[in-house]
């Protein structure tokens, strides 16, 4: 199902979750459309969208629909075209005239407005230091790191803390978060059925999520150690619910408490 209207559907059928694309290329859209849908989908959920972009990765997806994925230099100077008009649009009701590589506006307004100030808060992920935190520093309320580990993740987020203070802006600014696989059973005979021959110890190392309960609460701890305030955690085995359940019951209580 396409993007935005899976998460119309989430907007108009559920009352609490938060929730948005991880992430939305900027290759995908024009950033005025990806404006306006987000500010919309977002009025109708109540303010519970974070609107998640990136400059876009995957060759193949370009490839098959006649996007440009472009090199990386060009990707990351449209993307940063995209996240300077997708900025204006939902933060500021002035026209924006915008003439640049890739995009070009004229008295451009998004209306209506928000019913959020400023709109859904903007993440943007990615675990790059060069290009992408840079961009985090100027432009998102949210960074989303993506299959690190937690010492990785400490030295990227103090990196991240610099170039805030170069924006005049706080470390509380920008909220911390991490994507990753989540590998998990209720015992250990559980564990290494999913882990398929992958070495759990290796799979750690790399940031991925993978035990029994109690080895999970632990990994979760030490992220939440180096700052990392929220955790999306890929669950690839859909259909086992039951698992799902036994998670939020074994795992997900403690970490709360």
């Known amino acids: ?83 300077q008009i997708i900025t204006h649009l939902l933060q500021n009701d002035t026209p924006l005239d915008f003439s640049g590589a890739y995009y070009q506006l004229h008295e451009a307004v998004l209306l209506p407005r928000p019913q959020r100030p400023g709109g859904p808060p903007i993440l943007i992920g ?43 802006r706080r470390p509380s600014d920008v909220r911390r978060s991490l994507m990753t696989e989540l590998v998990f059973g209720r015992d250990e005979a559980e564990v290494q059925r999913k882990l398929q021959g992958r070495e759990k110890a290796a799979l750690q190392e790399r940031g991925i999520i993978a035990g029994i309960p109690t080895e999970v609460v632990e990994q979760l701890g030490r992220l939440s150690e180096v700052g990392v305030q929220r955790v999306m955690l890929q669950w690839l085995d859909q259909d086992d619910l039951d698992g799902l359940e036994v998670f939020a019951s074994a795992v997900l209580r403690q970490v709360k408490a």
């Open 126 to 168: 990615g675990s790059g230091p060069k290009r992408t935190l840079p961009l985090v520093a100027k432009y998102a309320q949210e960074w989303n790191a993506v299959f690190i580990p937690a010492a990785r993740i400490a030295e990227l987020n103090r990196q991240l803390d610099q170039l805030l203070a170069e924006h005049g």
């Open 1 to 83: 199902m396409e993007l935005w209207v899976s998460l119309t559907w989430l907007a108009s059928h559920t009352q609490r979750i938060e929730f948005g694309p991880l992430v939305s290329p900027v290759s995908f859209r024009q950033p005025t459309m990806t404006a306006r849908i987000a500010s919309a989908v977002d009025d109708l959920s109540g303010g519970r969208l974070t609107l998640g972009l990136g400059a876009g990765w995957q060759e193949r997806e370009h490839h098959h629909y006649g996007w440009d994925l472009l090199e990386l230099e060009p990707r990351f100077a449209r993307f940063e075209e995209g996240l």
